[in-house]
């Protein structure tokens, strides 16, 4: 197959991921609200997104939301993986299977579980069961982004700090903590994006009171969405874009160094 | 109905359980002059407890429950017939439904072979579509490669309710596919609200992830074996039967469970682009919790969905069991 073929497959399949978001970007635009035809271009829909209480509402919920869950997740995922590590075979085989459940479970499953648990227990949802939720669907990426660099640590120097007079703690956190760095930071960014991207488990765990993006646009698109909701995922998908750039630099930057 | 409080003495268990475990702490410390290292998974512990475990024998109760909390298979039997409620109580007032004309109802079922059919529709078009977009992108010849896996995981930041939504704009009847083909002179086409549309959803928002598990295998092959292939004579296209896609096959597996598994409980996806004969589990399972509120039957199917899941994960975990595929970012 010649090369021109090859990578006029890669733009068609590129294009088809595309096109859906460069027309939503454009629509942004559009000053008319149909969104088919083009009439003329406007900021009024950014305008009118800042000044929306709803949305900013929303969004100050969902970006929250996102950093304290993945804040918890990372610290409880890591401390987990650290004693998962230090296990025996059989104590460590349980928790990783444990760990696995969350991860097959479907969304909906995992969403109506919580749900369920929420009113049996009769704890009013909202904010905090969102959090929760979020916590919990979490972990086992952080667990599973800091495992492998767990073993890839070199087994004595543990060991070598202590018999150098390290104390468990200070040991831990000279020597552990550093070595599993990048997998910790890893797991936040995971965190962080599943958590800001999800909708299915925010659905099930949330009062209609507390609405984050995810949970607004869906009660927003039977009515048919606005495009102040294309103004803010436009804006969203140029502040990822950028942030990607910047660490990608870094690394890149970090690498030739 | 579902009001149920908590009973008393669960306060008590928990508050046992909570001082146990700092005595086991404090004991812990005493003995070793530190905190065992184990025991810093405890929070963990305790929270996959509380919120994954509890959560699921909730929903295993609830399968086996009837509204008054006694023990019965009638969910199970309601997700077979979905009108053995109806049927059953004209039983009991001694009118046989067979005589009004009420037969076994069969939207339930329906309703999972319809999604299992739709999702392994949309499997097949990712893995069709992913496979040579995966292996033209790890060829060692084209620089821009790993340049378009990023290219290809910046589409999923956007919020897939949104990116669902815009295909709208796209296929309704006044969107754009239909406004440029009015312009070219072409009659218009109903895109939207059919079982196309809602594969076309499907393919869109999981593509990424048949694509990621291939490229990652076929990127880390040793390429000296298709070389030594080419080397003793084969031509490049039996190097790619005989070498490099068996060599490829688990990230295919695991890409296909990736695709698979989500696109078997699709939720929303349906609704947004679908009409409406094209209800899939997700939304029955949602539909029932919520709109019917009938958490017995609701729970039912989401336990047989689980099952399903669960037997499916182990099919496909025998063809890979190293799990070589995975590790998709």
Same mark, same amino acid.
């Given at each position: 197959?010649?090369?021109?073929m090859?990578?006029?497959?890669?733009?068609?399949?590129?294009?088809f991921?595309?096109?859906?978001?460069?027309?939503l970007?454009?629509?942004?635009?559009?000053?008319g609200?149909?969104?088919a035809?083009?009439e003329?271009?406007?900021?009024?829909?950014?305008?009118r997104?800042?000044?929306?209480p709803?949305?900013?509402?929303?969004?100050?919920?969902?970006?929250?939301?996102?950093?304290l869950?993945?804040?918890?997740?990372?610290?409880?995922?890591t401390?987990?993986a650290?004693?998962?590590?230090?296990m025996?075979?059989r104590?460590?085989?349980?928790?990783?299977?444990?760990t696995?459940?969350p991860?097959?479970?479907?969304?909906?499953?995992?969403?109506?579980?919580?749900?369920?648990?929420?009113?049996?227990?009769q704890?009013?949802?909202?904010?905090?069961?969102?959090?929760?939720?979020?916590?919990?669907f979490n972990i086992p990426?952080?667990?599973?982004?800091?495992?492998?660099?767990l073993?890839?640590?070199?087994?004595f120097?543990?060991?070598?700090?202590?018999?150098?007079g390290?104390?468990p703690?200070?040991?831990?956190?000279?020597?552990?903590l550093p070595?599993?760095?990048p997998?910790?930071?890893?797991g936040?960014?995971?965190?962080?994006?599943?958590?800001?991207?999800?909708f299915?488990?925010?659905y099930?765990t949330?009062?209609?009171l507390v609405?984050?993006?995810?949970?607004l646009?869906?009660?927003?698109?039977?009515?048919g969405?606005?495009?102040?909701?294309n103004?803010?995922s436009?804006l969203?998908?140029?502040?990822?874009?950028?942030l990607?750039?910047?660490?990608?630099r870094r690394a890149s930057l970090?690498h030739?160094? | 109905?579902?009001n149920?409080?908590?009973p008393?003495w669960a306060?008590?268990v928990?508050?046992?359980?909570?001082?146990g475990?700092?005595?086991?702490v404090?004991?812990?410390i005493?003995?070793n002059?530190g905190?065992?290292?184990? #025991?810093? &998974?405890?929070?963990y512990g !305790?929270? $996959?407890?509380?919120?994954?475990l509890i959560? +699921? %024998?909730?929903?295993a109760?609830?399968?086996f429950?009837?509204?008054t909390?006694?023990?019965?298979?009638?969910?199970?039997k309601?997700?077979w017939?979905?009108?053995y409620?109806?049927r059953?109580?004209?039983?009991?007032l001694?009118?046989?439904?067979?005589?009004?004309?009420?037969?076994?109802g069969?939207v339930?079922?329906d309703?999972l072979?319809?999604s299992?059919?739709?999702?392994?529709l949309?499997?097949?078009?990712?893995?069709?579509?992913?496979?040579p977009a995966a292996?033209?992108?790890?060829d060692r010849?084209?620089? #821009?490669? &790993?340049?378009?896996?990023? !290219?290809? $995981?910046?589409p999923?930041?956007?919020?897939? +309710? %949104?990116?669902?939504?815009?295909?709208?704009s796209?296929?309704?009847d006044?969107?754009l596919?239909?406004t440029l083909?009015?312009?070219?002179?072409?009659p218009?086409?109903r895109?939207?609200y059919?079982?196309q549309?809602?594969?076309?959803?499907?393919?869109y928002?999981?593509?990424?992830f048949?694509?990621?598990?291939?490229?990652?295998?076929?990127?880390?092959q040793?390429?000296r074996?298709?070389?030594?292939?080419?080397d003793?004579?084969?031509n490049?296209?039996?190097?790619?039967?005989?070498v490099?896609?068996p060599l490829? #096959?688990?990230g295919?597996?695991?890409g296909?469970?990736?695709v698979f598994?989500?696109?078997?409980?699709?939720?929303?996806i349906?609704?947004?682009?679908?009409?409406?004969?094209t209800?899939?589990f997700?939304d029955?399972?949602?539909r029932?919790?919520l709109?019917a509120d009938n958490?017995n039957?609701?729970?039912?199917?989401?336990?047989?969905?689980?099952?399903l899941?669960?037997?499916?994960l182990?099919?496909?975990?025998?063809?890979d069991?190293?799990?070589?595929?995975?590790?998709?970012l």
């Amino acid at each position: 197959m010649s090369k021109f073929m090859k990578r006029g497959y890669l733009a068609l399949v590129l294009l088809f991921l595309y096109v859906p978001i460069i027309v939503l970007i454009v629509q942004s635009f559009n000053a008319g609200v149909s969104r088919a035809k083009w009439e003329g271009f406007s900021l009024q829909w950014y305008e009118r997104l800042f000044n929306s209480p709803s949305i900013m509402n929303a969004l100050y919920i969902t970006v929250t939301i996102a950093l304290l869950a993945a804040a918890i997740a990372t610290v409880i995922g890591t401390l987990a993986a650290i004693g998962m590590h230090a296990m025996s075979k059989r104590p460590q085989g349980v928790m990783l299977t444990l760990t696995n459940i969350p991860m097959t479970m479907p969304d909906i499953v995992t969403g109506i579980s919580l749900m369920l648990l929420f009113i049996f227990t009769q704890v009013p949802r909202g904010y905090f069961t969102m959090l929760l939720a979020h916590v919990t669907f979490n972990i086992p990426y952080v667990i599973l982004s800091v495992m492998p660099k767990l073993k890839q640590m070199n087994k004595f120097s543990y060991e070598a700090a202590l018999d150098l007079g390290a104390t468990p703690g200070y040991a831990l956190r000279r020597v552990i903590l550093p070595s599993v760095m990048p997998g910790v930071i890893t797991g936040a960014l995971l965190s962080f994006t599943l958590s800001l991207d999800d909708f299915t488990i925010s659905y099930f765990t949330t009062s209609p009171l507390v609405q984050n993006l995810s949970t607004l646009i869906y009660s927003e698109a039977r009515k048919g969405i606005k495009p102040t909701m294309n103004a803010l995922s436009a804006l969203m998908f140029v502040a990822l874009l950028v942030l990607l750039l910047a660490v990608n630099r870094r690394a890149s930057l970090a690498h030739e160094s | 109905m579902n009001n149920m409080a908590l009973p008393p003495w669960a306060s008590w268990v928990m508050l046992v359980g909570f001082m146990g475990f700092i005595g086991m702490v404090a004991v812990s410390i005493r003995r070793n002059r530190g905190v065992k290292r184990s #025991l810093f &998974a405890f929070p963990y512990g !305790l929270w $996959i407890v509380l919120f994954t475990l509890i959560p +699921l %024998l909730l929903i295993a109760y609830y399968a086996f429950t009837n509204k008054t909390g006694g023990f019965t298979l009638d969910n199970f039997k309601t997700f077979w017939d979905s009108n053995y409620e109806m049927r059953k109580q004209m039983l009991d007032l001694g009118v046989n439904p067979q005589d009004l004309g009420i037969a076994r109802g069969n939207v339930n079922l329906d309703t999972l072979l319809y999604s299992l059919w739709m999702a392994f529709l949309c499997t097949l078009i990712c893995l069709v579509m992913g496979y040579p977009a995966a292996l033209f992108m790890a060829d060692r010849s084209f620089k #821009l490669g &790993a340049t378009l896996v990023v !290219l290809f $995981i910046i589409p999923m930041w956007m919020n897939f +309710l %949104l990116r669902t939504i815009a295909w709208m704009s796209l296929l309704e009847d006044n969107g754009l596919i239909n406004t440029l083909l009015a312009a070219m002179g072409l009659p218009k086409m109903r895109l939207m609200y059919n079982s196309q549309a809602v594969l076309l959803g499907m393919v869109y928002n999981y593509l990424p992830f048949m694509v990621f598990p291939i490229y990652n295998s076929l990127s880390k092959q040793d390429r000296r074996l298709s070389e030594a292939a080419m080397d003793l004579g084969a031509n490049s296209a039996l190097t790619f039967l005989r070498v490099t896609m068996p060599l490829s #096959l688990p990230g295919v597996v695991s890409g296909i469970t990736m695709v698979f598994m989500p696109s078997v409980t699709t939720f929303f996806i349906p609704r947004v682009l679908g009409g409406g004969n094209t209800e899939m589990f997700g939304d029955l399972i949602e539909r029932t919790f919520l709109s019917a509120d009938n958490w017995n039957v609701g729970s039912a199917l989401s336990l047989i969905m689980m099952v399903l899941i669960l037997i499916s994960l182990t099919l496909l975990r025998k063809a890979d069991p190293e799990g070589e595929g995975s590790g998709t970012l």
